[in-house]
């Protein structure tokens, strides 16, 4: 089964910027679709983000479209989350998961079939 490990998380200003990267391994690891979650202190988890295998399909919360970039560099194995005028609401930890469709990925309480530690992403006012 394909194993995931983020980062690229940290402390920024609110109007910032941060990229988080998410390294699978494994094999077969390629043809998985991906998907970003997260979860603040003390709330529910959310999706995010998500991306098909191919990169040809994305999905995005309503909370972070126009602002968050899902991507995927098969040849390097790692999926991208380019997180743009970040906001404090968008404080959380961040979690990297794969699974076969990406549309599972918008009911967060669904079990994938592999998921990472989670990189912390701080937004300060």
């Known amino acids: 089964q394909v194993q995931l490990v983020e980062s690229g998380g940290g402390l920024v200003q609110a109007g910032g910027s941060l990229r988080l990267s998410c390294a699978a391994s494994g094999r077969t690891s390629s043809s998985y679709a991906m998907g970003w979650l997260r979860q603040a202190p003390g709330k529910e988890r959310e999706f995010v983000a998500s991306?098909?295998?191919?990169?040809?399909?994305?999905y995005y919360a309503d909370s972070v479209k126009g602002r968050f970039t899902i991507s995927r560099d098969n040849a390097k194995n790692t999926v991208y989350l380019q997180m743009n005028s970040l906001k404090p609401e968008d404080t959380a930890v961040y979690y990297c998961?794969?699974?076969?469709?990406?549309?599972?990925?918008?009911?967060?309480?669904?079990?994938?079939?592999?998921w990472g530690q989670g990189t912390q992403v701080t937004v300060s006012s």
């Open positions: 998961a794969a699974d076969f469709a990406p549309s599972r990925f918008q009911i967060p309480t669904n079990k994938f079939a592999s």
């Open positions: 991306i098909n295998w191919s990169g040809g399909i994305t």
